[in-house]
């Protein structure tokens, strides 16, 4: 069935270096992909998409990369902030289909002073 | 402009009630979808509404039912409450035409 997973549960970054968080997908034929930021008592909050027909995107310090061949998305974080911290979800789609995003489990990503 | 709102922001029921969410989507969204989120657990697709109608259904009981109102809002209805209803409920609107949907802060629902 679909699923969408991620590698590693929790990352800790040092404040001012650069965050990977990576997540693995197993529907070939998602053709949408989500990346969201979920804060303790906050619902998702959206932070950059991509297409399939695209292997990166980037926005303000995120850029996403997209590897159809081994089904793989990652988002990057630049210069990461306390703000940062947060759950990280990866949420994948089927324009064909309806608005249906299937989630992965989510990443805490926690920032050391 | 508001974004989703969602109301209540919390509520405790007890086994086998039934308990009623209810959900105001962004402006300018038509599309209101519905999810379930476990603690430690991404969000899972409940239901989505479009046109009054329930378009898209995820794996959950029929237990689960809902509404799309003509202002476009939404409410979640859960019948016979069990234990492992207990979570956090997430609406999202979108228009319908678009793929970004923008969440709620959440219900969270806990089922003694």
């Known amino acids: 069935g679909e699923s969408v997973g991620l590698h590693l549960p929790t990352l800790s970054v040092q404040e001012g270096d650069n965050s990977i968080i990576n997540c693995a997908y197993s529907?070939?034929?998602?053709?949408?992909f989500i990346w969201y930021k979920q804060e303790s008592g906050k619902g998702p909050q959206f932070i950059i998409d991509?297409?399939?027909?695209?292997d990166k995107r980037q926005g303000q310090r995120v850029t996403v990369l997209l590897n159809k061949t081994v089904k793989h998305l990652s988002l990057q974080i630049a210069a990461t902030q306390p703000g940062d911290s947060a759950v990280y979800f990866c949420a994948e789609n089927y324009l064909g289909g309806a608005q249906k995003l299937v989630f992965g489990q989510g990443t805490r990503l926690t920032i050391n002073p | 402009d508001a974004g989703v709102t969602q109301s209540p922001t919390h509520l405790i029921k007890t086994r086998g009630q039934q308990v009623t969410l209810r959900c105001s989507p962004k402006s300018g969204h038509d599309t209101v979808s519905w999810y379930q989120q476990a603690l430690g657990q991404g969000p899972q697709f409940i239901f989505q509404y479009y046109e009054e109608e329930e378009r898209q259904r995820g794996n959950f009981p029929d237990r689960f039912s809902g509404h799309q109102f003509p202002n476009y809002s939404s409410e979640l209805n859960v019948n016979a409450l069990l234990l492992g209803d207990s979570a956090l409920y997430l609406c999202?609107?979108?228009?319908?035409?678009?793929?970004?949907?923008?969440f709620g802060a959440g219900t969270r629902l806990s089922v003694l």
């Open positions: 529907n070939s034929a998602s053709d949408y």
């Open positions: 999202a609107s979108s228009p319908w035409v678009g793929n970004i949907q923008y």
């Open positions: 991509i297409r399939s027909n695209m």
